[in-house]
């Protein structure tokens, strides 16, 4: 099993950053791609950003490439997620998740085995 932690969300003014945090324990190993995916009210759940663990490969949502960036710190058993320049619309309960999984397929929400509870971020206009 493996339990994972989020922390860093909050409220802030479009165009402000926030930096996620998600921490594993429990059978934590390096051997774990992780993932970030939100949920905004009203919308399906959306792939943000993954990591893997193999050769630290990292993938985007598109809209995303060029304000986010994700990264690991296996030392730590965390994993960030940096958010710059946020959009109103980027709004939603944020969740990390670990897959046993590498490639392309880190992003659909159905490889992943283990999530968090999410932490929400809010960004005004």
């Known amino acids: 099993q493996v339990q994972l932690v989020e922390s860093g969300g909050g409220l802030v003014q479009g165009g402000d950053s926030l930096r996620l945090s998600c921490a594993a324990s429990?059978?934590?190993?390096?051997?774990?791609?992780m993932g970030w995916f939100r949920h905004a009210p009203g919308k399906e759940r959306e792939f943000v950003a993954a990591i893997s663990w193999s050769r630290g490969s990292t993938y985007y949502k598109d809209s995303v490439k060029d304000g986010f960036t994700i990264s690991r710190d296996n030392a730590k058993n965390t994993v960030y997620l940096q958010m710059n320049s946020l959009k109103p619309e980027e709004t939603a309960v944020y969740y990390c998740?670990?897959?046993?999984?590498?490639?392309?397929?880190?992003?659909?929400?159905?490889?992943?085995?283990?999530w968090g509870q999410g932490t929400q971020v809010t960004v005004s206009k």
């Open positions: 998740a670990a897959a046993s999984e590498t490639g392309l397929t880190l992003r659909v929400g159905l490889s992943y085995g283990y």
């Open positions: 429990g059978r934590t190993s390096s051997h774990y791609s």
